[in-house]
């Protein structure tokens, strides 16, 4: 199973990315996806869900900038990512796990997101 993150860079304060995750998971419809971040000297933490029928979740700190979905026909997860703050500075990580399931049991490489003020 290969979970592989793109898109992240450096951005200025207020601009916009989309970061992407094409996924290696079968069948990719049954499997719930999350993006994760982590910031340097601090814990990673949830940033957004999105479940197999598409019900969605987000941190507080990113609902109203931020917006997941999933493709199953391409077997990617997307976050878009409007408005960033410096605060946003973390390398993101996305993550799968099995729809039956609570656990992500599969990690991406992660993509790094760099936000100057």
């Known amino acids: 199973v290969q979970l592989q993150a793109s898109g992240g860079g450096l951005v200025q304060a207020g601009d916009s990315l989309r970061l992407s995750c094409a996924a290696s998971?079968?069948?990719?419809?049954?499997?719930?996806f999350a993006w994760f971040r982590q910031a340097p000297g601090k814990e990673r933490e949830f940033v957004a869900s999105i479940s197999r029928s598409g019900y969605i979740q987000y941190a507080d700190s990113v609902q109203d900038r931020f917006t997941i979905s999933r493709d199953n026909a391409k077997s990617a997860v997307y976050l878009q990512m409007r408005g960033l703050k410096p605060d946003d500075t973390a390398v993101y990580y996305c993550?799968?796990?099995?729809?039956?399931?609570?656990?992500?049991?599969?990690w991406g490489q992660g993509t790094l997101v760099t936000v100057s003020s």
């Open positions: 998971v079968r069948p990719f419809s049954r499997y719930a």
């Open positions: 993550a799968a796990r099995v729809a039956t399931t609570t656990a992500y049991i599969y």
